[in-house]
């Protein structure tokens, strides 16, 4: 082989393991999710101990979580009783403003006695059941979540 043939095939072969590298580096986005747990993590202010299931009695605490800086300024937070495919009445709503660099909302209900909020008081049930979660914009639905509160 000539040795003007071995540059170009090394040269070649270098871009392509450029491209491979390039390729495996690409991060693929994630969409916001919500995420709900008994407790909350003042060191790195997240929710901890996640669940997807909780007694009327638990406290609970939750946040939208995106992996990018939000892309709007206002969203709305809207908790219905009911699974997702079968909603029932909306229990509360909430209009929020958030910033640029903002990639995380939580809600921390405080309970009068101190902690946070239970299940039964955030979510103002009479009863066990399912609750909806949602975090929407004007245009579309941001995030939706559906919890299980048992007796």
């Given at each position: 082989m000539k040795k003007g043939t071995i540059k170009k095939i090394s040269c070649i072969l270098l871009i392509l393991a450029n491209l491979f590298l390039l390729a495996a580096c690409e991060k693929k986005s994630v969409p916001p999710t919500?995420?709900?747990?008994?407790e909350w993590n003042?060191?790195?202010n997240r929710v901890a101990d996640t669940a997807s299931s909780f007694?009327?009695?638990?406290?609970?605490?939750?946040e939208l979580v995106s992996e990018t800086h939000f892309e709007f300024t206002e969203m709305e937070c809207i908790v219905y009783e009911g699974t997702i495919k079968n909603r029932g009445p909306e229990?509360?709503?909430?209009?929020?403003?958030?910033?640029?660099?903002?990639?995380?909302?939580?809600?921390?209900?405080?309970?009068?006695?101190?902690?946070?909020?239970s299940a039964k008081e955030l979510f103002r049930l009479k009863k066990e059941?399912?609750?909806?979660?949602?975090?929407?914009t004007k245009d579309s639905v941001i995030a939706i979540k559906e919890i299980e509160v048992r007796k």
């Open positions: 919500i995420v709900v747990g008994r003042h060191q790195v007694t009327l009695k638990d406290p609970v605490v939750f229990k509360w709503r909430r209009q929020v403003k958030t910033t640029p660099n903002q990639n995380t909302y939580a809600v921390r209900g405080k309970a009068r006695k101190g902690g946070f909020m059941g399912f609750v909806t979660i949602e975090f929407k």
